[in-house]
């Protein structure tokens, strides 16, 4: 049973940074589809960023912009977001995903990812 377990939430000023991690355990190997997910108070989960680790592909929302950045060590089996000039909008309960694909998959759904990590809270104040 893939384990995930997100760190590196907190508060900051908007116009600042944070890196978020998620570090996966219980398998051999761990899913190739690995996502960053975040939800807001009376809002949907909205993706942020997928990263397909077999095929070195990314993608990102919109709302990003150029400004997150996601990663992966193989060798620890983790998973970063990168975060800077973040907005007070960019407030949220964070959560990563995982998931076996195949091929140049970049699955951007909710339903897709079968394991999730326990969220971590992002505050940006203005």
């Known amino acids: 049973q893939v384990q995930l377990v997100e760190s590196g939430g907190g508060t900051v000023q908007a116009g600042g940074s944070l890196r978020l991690s998620c570090a996966a355990s219980?398998?051999?190997?761990?899913?190739?589809?690995r996502a960053w997910f975040r939800q807001a108070p009376g809002k949907e989960r909205e993706g942020v960023a997928v990263?397909?680790?077999?095929?070195?592909?990314?993608y990102y929302g919109d709302f990003v912009k150029g400004r997150f950045t996601i990663s992966q060590d193989g060798a620890k089996n983790t998973m970063y977001l990168q975060m800077n000039s973040l907005k007070p909008e960019d407030t949220a309960m964070y959560y990563c995903?995982?998931?076996?694909?195949?091929?140049?998959?970049?699955?951007?759904?909710?339903?897709?990812?079968?394991?999730w990590g326990q969220g971590t809270q992002v505050t940006v104040s203005s």
């Open positions: 995903a995982a998931a076996y694909c195949g091929g140049s998959a970049l699955p951007r759904q909710v339903g897709t990812y079968n394991y």
């Open positions: 219980g398998v051999t190997y761990v899913p190739n589809c």
């Open positions: 990263i397909n680790t077999a095929e070195r592909l990314t």
